[in-house]
Structure formats: structure tokens, C-alpha cells
């Protein structure tokens, strides 16, 4: 019999900690980082000295070991005031950290992990290019092996927490040959002070605003052999773990973004009067916020038990695509429901529910799209090509 997972009195505390620092620091400031699309130095090295970065990892490398489900009640509670926030949490952690934590040669863990948790530096992870999205045998940027060094060129793009001030690299997939006619892909760590490294923001987003977005181009770069995760070849397998547990991030800010939503409805719908009475009173509008929930207790039991399964060791790829692809979706239904309880309010820049709509559409797109977790939740399930 499966014993799902409750929370202690360790999980309840911090997410007090994290409720009250978005809702006290964070918040007041929410709207205006959007409106300017400004990424905040000053937040990020404030979630650091929270612990937030290296959440999980052990304490000899910087990091506050603890379990999976600790993380997702982080980047839940940050979602739930601000995707940007929780986006370089979630892709710092997911992305950044867990591969360079697994994968990575002991002294490269040494030397670059104690750094990263402290919300001073930042790492990315380059998978997308203009012809490599959901199907990563689209990857151009090549790497080739000469006297114990990798020679990398190429360029990524849409890549989160890559080309602030404090990005301080990018772990990046690449081509390095051919095997049975079919590219070999690997993953490899590039430090930004590398010569021929050059990074350049995205501007102009409709979501994650605050975030940093950016372009990595690779002109010749080269860096040690060591720098390889794991072995040539590895590159697919190593992505393919590393976007299992990004994913949980990812669910995590559907939630939390969908119990933002909820609550900014449920309060305005209290608040506002239609007929002499608030319109919360109307079962048209009671309805739609016993709905939402509904869904948001659903998606969040199921994302707290995936998380379970992974920190007790069993097969949780499944479950992480659906949680993903749930609690995005949610994460649409909820901040759209909750934009029409705002009736026209809602759809100017002085309403926070504004944001979240615009904040929840890439939930559906990153870390795999719904179209794509459709697949691999088919396959899971025994359903082949």
C-alpha cells in the first residue's frame, strides 16, 4: 500500500518563511519589475540568504539538504506572488544545480556548486536553438575534441537566468559525432568568462518579465575535457533526468500561480457588489470558485505524492510529465476564470490578476509543452509509436 506524504512541521515552517518574504518583499514590487522588465539583483541574492538556491543539494556544497517536496513548497509559495521570482529559483535549481550536482566531474562540484547557492552567481542550462525545441536531435551547436579540449560552436536561445550580470555560465547540449547514423548528443559546462562566450538579453516578453531571458553564442570556446557531464552520448539520458525533476518545478509554479489567481478572485469577487449584494453570492460566480478549488487540491495532492515518490527512490517520470502538464493547465483554467470573475478590471495593467494570466501562459511551453508530455505520458502508459 502507497503511504502518501504529509507535511511537517519542517515543510510548514518554511513555507511560512517563503509566504511571508514574497508577500512582504517581493509583492511590493511585483508590478513595477514587470512593467519595466527589470531582473532584481537585489530579490534573487535575498532568496539565496533564504536558502532557496541549492535547496536540496547537501550541506558540504553550500546547499540545505532538504527533500523535494521543500523546493516545490518554495517555488509554490514564490508563484504564488510572482512567476518571475519563482522562474530563477525554479531554473537555477532544476536546471542549473541538480545536473552539475549529479553529472559533474567532483571538482568541478567543488569549484562551482558552494558559489551557487548563495545567490550571488547563477547557471543556466542551453538546450532550445532556432531548429531545436521539442525535438532535441534538432541541436546545431557542435563540440569537437582536440588535445584534451572541447572547441564549441554554436548558440542557444530562450534560456532563463543566462544573461544577467550574475549569470556565471550555462551547461549546454551539444553535437559531439556520430553513432549509428543518428547524432551523439552530450551536455558540457561553459563558464561565461570563456573567450568566444557572448550572452545577450531578450527583451519584450509578455510573461516572466522580471525574469532573465536570454541568447548564449558560442564562437570557438574552449574549455577542458572535464567539463563534459557524464560520458559523449550521455547528453539525451542526462537532459531527459534533468527535465524529470524540472518539471516538478515547473507544476509547482502552475499551482502556486493557479492559488494566486484563486485567491485574488475569491477576495474581489467579496468585495464587489452587483444587484446589492457581492457577486460572490451568485452561484454563477460561487460555482466558478468552488471549481477552481477544486482543481487547485487536486493538482496540488498530486504534485506533494510525485514528489514523494521521487525523494523514496521510485519511478516518478510519469507522474512528473503528468504533474507538469496538470498543474499548467490548471494553472490556464484557474488565472482565466479568475480574470472573468474580474470581469474588464481585470484586463488593464493596475489589476494583479493582469499578470497572472499573462504569467501562465508559458507553463504550457517550457520544460516540455503539453503537446509533447501528451506523448511521453502515452508511451508511459504502453501506448508505442
Known amino acids: 500500500m502507497i503511504s502518501y506524504p504529509t507535511l511537517t512541521a519542517e515543510h510548514q515552517a518554511l513555507r511560512n518563511q517563503v509566504r511571508l518574504f514574497a508577500e512582504q518583499e517581493i509583492k511590493p514590487q511585483a508590478a513595477l519589475l514587470d512593467e519595466s522588465g527589470t531582473f532584481s539583483y537585489q530579490l534573487t541574492q535575498r532568496m539565496g540568504e533564504l536558502g532557496l538556491f541549492g535547496i536540496t543539494l547537501p550541506l558540504e556544497y553550500g546547499g540545505q539538504n532538504r527533500d523535494t517536496l521543500s523546493y516545490i513548497i518554495a517555488v509554490e509559495e514564490l508563484a504564488r506572488i510572482d512567476g518571475s521570482q519563482a522562474a530563477t529559483v525554479a531554473s537555477h535549481n532544476s536546471l542549473g544545480l541538480a545536473p552539475i550536482y549529479h553529472f559533474a566531474h567532483p571538482e568541478l562540484k567543488r569549484q562551482w556548486l558552494p558559489q551557487l547557492c548563495t545567490g550571488e552567481k547563477l547557471w543556466a542550462f542551453g538546450l532550445t536553438e532556432q531548429h531545436a525545441g521539442s525535438d532535441a536531435l534538432g541541436t546545431q551547436s557542435e563540440a569537437r575534441l582536440e ?208 499578470r497572472f494570466y499573462r504569467d501562465q501562459r508559458i507553463l504550457q511551453i517550457g520544460e516540455g509543452t503539453s503537446e509533447i508530455l501528451r506523448v511521453v505520458i502515452s508511451r508511459h502508459i504502453g501506448l508505442k509509436k
Not at 467579496?270 to 487540491?297: N, Y
Request: charged residues 25%; glycine residues 8%.
Open 147 to 354: 588535445h584534451g579540449l572541447w572547441h564549441i560552436n554554436g548558440s542557444k536561445m530562450f534560456i532563463t537566468n543566462s544573461a544577467s550580470d550574475i549569470s556565471a555560465g550555462a551547461t549546454i547540449q551539444v553535437v559531439t559525432g556520430q553513432k549509428e547514423g543518428k547524432k551523439e548528443l552530450s551536455v558540457i559546462m561553459v563558464p561565461r568568462d570563456t573567450p568566444g562566450y557572448r550572452c545577450e538579453r531578450i527583451d519584450n516578453k509578455m510573461m516572466w518579465r522580471a525574469a532573465d531571458t536570454g541568447k548564449l553564442f558560442f564562437s570557438n570556446c574552449v574549455v577542458p575535457r572535464k567539463n563534459m557531464l557524464g560520458k559523449p552520448g550521455e547528453g539525451a539520458r542526462i537532459m531527459l533526468e534533468t527535465l524529470d525533476s524540472g518539471r516538478l518545478s515547473i507544476a509547482a509554479m502552475g499551482l502556486g500561480l493557479a492559488q494566486g489567481a484563486y485567491e485574488l478572485a475569491m477576495a474581489y469577487a467579496q468585495e464587489r457588489k452587483q444587484f446589492g449584494r457581492p457577486i460572490a453570492h451568485f452561484q454563477a460566480i460561487s460555482f466558478k470558485l468552488a471549481d477552481m478549488a477544486t482543481k487547485i487540491e487536486l493538482a496540488r495532492n498530486f504534485l506533494y505524492t510525485t514528489c514523494w515518490r521521487k525523494d523514496t527512490g521510485l519511478p516518478f517520470s510519469k507522474e512528473a510529465a503528468m504533474a507538469k502538464l496538470y498543474c499548467s493547465e490548471i494553472a490556464r483554467e484557474v488565472a482565466d476564470e479568475a480574470l472573468q470573475v474580474h470581469g474588464a478590471y481585470g484586463l488593464f495593467k493596475n489589476s494583479e490578476i493582469e
